[in-house]
T-cell receptor, first 118, second 108 residues
Framework: SAVISQKPSRDICQRGTSLTIQCQVDSQVTMMFWYRQQPGQSLTLIATANQGSEATYESGFVIDKFPISRPNLTFSTLTVSNMSPEDSSIYLC???????????????FGPGTRLTVT | GQNIDQPTEMTATEGAIVQINCTYQTSGFNGLFWYQQHAGEAPTFLSYNVLDGLEEKGRFSSFLSRSKGYSYLLLKELQMKDSASYLCALSNTGKLIFGQGTTLQVKP
């Protein structure tokens, strides 16, 4: 398994400002992911954070709005830029690790960052 | 593209067995995950199926049939704490595509 922490756990921000969310893992992992969960909805993948290269974004998400850093194999940040109330969501990072069952693996989520934009 | 369907809500009785279904249409995937999510918390990993068949882990079992585009999560000996949302997700090179989740309410 993996122990994942996120900072901050929650924040209330004003429209037009930016917030950087940190994700720390207790072991080195190749792949880290950032998801968003809007109120009452399921999770949607924002991007894959690649170590040593630019993040790979999913359709509907762009680097200018959600810049991502991945300076090493245990850490990543996601910035939500120029925020609007529509950005109010829970933001979660996740990692996948070897499941110890041959070819299978397991993917774990951090505790999430609850963002409210006013 | 990918399309994943789950029932929106289910209700079951404490001590009973409940099966939560997940059907999907996709051009390809590596495996299928099931997660449990309590209100206000992050999703918790339950199971990961790569091959067809049943994976059992304590009170929880998950089944996958690739040919039928179908999976289910089976919860036995239901407890009140099992009241939560259950999410199925397809994995493609590590990326997860989630269904909308099934909210399970366990009643005494």
């Amino acid at each position: 398994s993996a122990v994942i922490s996120q900072k901050p756990s929650r924040d209330i921000c004003q429209r037009g400002t930016s917030l950087t969310i940190q994700c720390q893992v207790d072991s080195q992992v190749t792949m880290m992911f950032w998801y968003r969960q809007q109120p009452g909805q399921s999770l949607t993948l924002i991007a894959t954070a690649n170590q040593g290269s630019e993040a790979t974004y999913e359709s509907g998400f762009v680097i200018d709005k959600f810049p991502i850093s991945r300076p090493n194999l245990t850490f990543s940040t996601l910035t939500v830029s120029n925020m609007s109330p529509e950005d109010s969501s829970i933001y979660l990072c996740s990692v996948d690790v070897e499941g110890g069952r041959g070819s299978s693996y397991e993917q774990y989520f951090g505790p999430g960052t609850r963002l409210t934009v006013t | 593209g990918q399309n994943i369907d789950q029932p929106t809500e289910m209700t079951a009785t404490e001590g009973a067995i409940v099966q939560i279904n997940c059907t999907y249409q996709t051009s390809g995937f590596n495996g299928l995950f099931w997660y449990q999510q309590h209100a206000g918390e992050a999703p918790t990993f339950l199971s990961y199926n790569v091959l067809d068949g049943l994976e059992e882990k304590g009170r929880f079992s998950s089944f996958l049939s690739r040919s039928k585009g179908y999976s289910y999560l089976l919860l036995k000996e239901l407890q009140m704490k099992d009241s939560a949302s259950y999410l199925c997700a397809l994995s493609n090179t590590g990326k997860l595509i989630f269904g909308q989740g099934t909210t399970l309410q366990v009643k005494p």
